[in-house]
């Protein structure tokens, strides 16, 4: 049994599931059974900037690599791809919905995959979008893709993984579209209202990657799309007042899941306040 995995995290670009997916899996900075390297692109996912980013993270003789990020579509990350295939180490993409179309090609070249449906694309339009604008609407975002359970799914697999590798075991890569049904089945809401309300805040989430799409890459007067740009940073605002509202109905009745690392990687889990988690032994 190994003693310590290594996990590569490479970036390229920039989607609700990056900015944290590295301290979501070590949230206290005190596990021992993994060490994480991250390497990143910027906002750019340029052919030169993935290539480059790819072949950093491969230098880092890692054993498994989660390559997050948008655009999974285009020859940027299509190419840095090519090369984490050819390493021969296993791969995890994480990315958002139009990654949905290549499915079948992740599958054919060995990779599993995360896609997060309700991973929604900004409102990128220069008369809109600045660094305060940006910002704003990430955070919006995370906090859907944090309480709704997103980033729980998420990380469950990547645990899993990291547990068969430190076995050494052949890892089961997941195969995971993460759409509305998975926040219904697979979420730890104990009220039915809760629930719903997560669930309604995903959907919001997914309307707005709809409607940049027409905003950002269809619409070509700017009376047409810049109130569509700020319409769609208006409803994943609301969507984040949802979510939030979603937490407090479970705070209110002490039946908020928390899932705690432990040091060696186990994974707990409690719902009372002021109780402590219990760890599944057979996680480590």
């Known amino acids: 049994m ?6 590569g995290i490479l970036k390229a670009g920039c989607i609700g599931s990056l900015p944290l997916i590295e301290f979501l899996l070590d949230e206290r900075a005190e596990r021992e059974d993994l060490r994480v390297r991250v390497v990143g692109s910027g906002a750019k996912v340029t052919v030169d900037e993935c290539i480059e980013s790819a072949r950093q993270i491969l230098k880092q003789n890692v054993d498994l690599i989660v390559f997050i990020g948008p655009a999974q579509t285009t020859q940027g990350p299509s190419e840095a791809r090519k090369l984490l295939k050819n390493s021969g180490k ?3 993409v994480i990315s958002d919905s139009p990654a949905r179309r290549i499915v079948k090609k992740l599958e054919e070249d060995g990779f599993g995959y995360i896609i997060v449906m309700g991973d ?7 008369e809109f979008l600045d660094p305060t604008e940006m910002a ?3 955070s919006n975002v995370i906090k859907v893709l944090a309480i709704t359970g997103v980033y729980k799914i998420m990380l469950q697999e ?3 993984v990291i547990h068969e590798l430190r076995r050494e075991l052949t890892p089961r890569l997941p195969k ?3 759409d509305v049904d998975e926040i219904r089945e697979k979420s730890d809401f104990k009220n039915p209202y809760a629930k719903a309300k997560a669930m309604a805040a ?12 027409r905003a950002c890459f269809i619409e070509k007067e700017r009376n047409k799309y810049i109130p569509l740009v700020a319409c769609t940073h208006e409803i994943a605002q609301i969507a984040a007042r949802l979510a939030e509202e979603a937490r407090e109905i479970e705070k209110y009745s002490d039946t908020l899941v928390r899932k705690p690392h432990s040091k060696d990687g186990r994974l707990g889990i409690k719902e009372e306040l002021m109780e402590k988690p219990v760890f599944d032994l057979g996680s480590g």
């Not at 929604?120 to 220069?126: F, T, V």
Request: proline letters at 5%; glycine letters at 2%.
């Open 176 to 178: 995971l579209i993460l």
């Open 136 to 138: 704003i609407f990430n």
């Open 158 to 160: 990547i645990d899993r």
């Open 120 to 126: 929604p694309l900004i409102g990128a339009r220069r």
């Open 90 to 92: 296993p791969v995890i």
């Open 2 to 7: 190994k003693d310590v995995v290594k996990v």
């Open 202 to 213: 995903y959907e919001l989430t997914k309307k707005v990657a709809e409607i940049n799409v």
